[in-house]
């Protein structure tokens, strides 16, 4: 395999990239999977018709097949694990890295227009149904009438 076959950083920074590398990966690693889990599988039923040796007490035989072959097991679910973290990678490379921005710009556009509103006292033309509360004293109360008004924060 050449230097140019290879995956890089740099490839990694497009969404279409991300997922042909994630396909890339898990065609690579799942054949592994199921091998290594046949193998354990068969290793296992193998080394349990050795039978017990001497001076074994009950059981004692299949506890040692599971204790031999459980390295097997775990291989396999190891593998499996890092396809599952390649898989949380591309989550978390997109939400940092490509959401984020994003959010941040809707925050500060959302600031900015709030404070435009503030500093002419009128609303401005764009406003979220869900920002302003259909009945202004559930909203100052929270829903528990006057209960609470005679109460002072901090008090």
Known sequence: MTSEDRWTPAHLQSPEDRAIHLAQRRAQLQP????????????EAEVKEYGPIEGDMPGQARLRARHVTRPLFKAADDVEKAVADLISFNAR???????????????????????LEAK?????AIESADS??????ESKTGGFG??????????
């Open 32 to 43: 592994i999977v199921d091998d290594l889990r046949r193998l354990a599988r068969e290793m």
């Open 93 to 115: 490379f997109q939400q940092s890295y490509e959401e984020l921005p994003v959010k941040r710009e809707a925050k500060r556009e959302e600031k900015r227009r709030r404070k």
């Open 120 to 124: 002419t006292g009128q609303p401005q």
């Open 132 to 137: 302003a509360p259909a009945d202004k004293t």
């Open 146 to 155: 006057d209960v609470f008004d005679g109460l002072k924060r901090g008090a």
